[in-house]
């Protein structure tokens, strides 16, 4: 079994930064892929960003520009640079994988909570 925890998020103020931090552990045998999804307030979970083992990075849209992910292979770990907040990117933020350990499977994490407002 595969467990991700997140870490990072909170208040910030228009145009301010967050980090994003998600770590896995347990049973991995391998990561194909990371990322982060959001799921505003009465709406669904949504794409933000998704790196995968090699690299390969997809933004939505609407965070190009202003959101970086970044995975540390070694440490089973992934994270998002949140530049240029806007109200807008308030949601809870969800760490998935795209992993295997005991199976394979796509699992994800119990998800922080990013406020932006003034």
């Known amino acids: 079994q595969v467990q991700l925890v997140e870490s990072g998020g909170g208040l910030v103020h228009p145009g301010g930064s967050l980090r994003l931090s998600c770590a896995a552990s347990?049973?991995?045998?391998?990561?194909?892929?990371m990322g982060w999804y959001r799921q505003p307030p009465g709406a669904e979970r949504d794409l933000v960003a998704v790196?995968?083992?090699?690299?390969?990075?997809n933004y939505a849209a609407s965070v190009k520009g202003r959101f970086t992910v970044s995975m540390d292979n070694a440490k089973n770990m992934v994270s998002l640079q949140m530049n240029s907040l806007k109200p807008e990117d308030t949601a809870v933020y969800f760490c998935?994988?795209?992993?295997?350990?005991?199976?394979?499977?796509?699992?994800w994490g119990q998800g922080t909570q990013v406020t932006v407002s003034s």
């Open positions: 998935h994988a795209d992993a295997c350990g005991e199976w394979c499977d796509d699992y």
């Open positions: 347990g049973s991995i045998f391998s990561i194909n892929a």
């Open positions: 790196i995968s083992s090699g690299g390969i990075t």
